[in-house]
């Protein structure tokens, strides 16, 4: 099973965003990032919310219980969602 913290570096590191960038959105310090990705703290319940929004996962995703990630199909019309799906299932 993945920790948070490898979870969230890895989340933050495929959006090439560095900790202070992450922080800023989140409205939080670096240090917290930092202290989150190395397992040092948890972040509050709230903060946990957050993340899980900002990266478009679930909060079972973070704590590493599932490997699902999710896409954001928000603004897209049902044509354009089949084509997704057919793509995603193309490239299993």
């Known amino acids: 099973m993945v920790d ?14 560095s900790q202070s960038q992450l922080a800023r959105k989140l409205s939080i310090t ?14 509050s319940h ?11 996962v679930s909060t079972d995703y973070l704590y590493g219980f599932n490997e699902r990630q999710f896409l954001d199909t928000t603004g897209l019309s049902d044509n354009q969602i089949k084509i997704l799906t057919i793509l995603i299932d193309e490239f299993k």
């Open 46 to 56: 709230d903060v946990f919310i957050k993340i899980a929004r900002f990266f478009n």
């Open 30 to 43: 670096k240090s917290m990032v930092s202290a989150y990705e190395n397992a040092v703290r948890l972040p």
């Open 4 to 17: 948070f913290g490898d979870r969230l570096k890895q989340l933050r590191t495929s959006k090439s965003l």
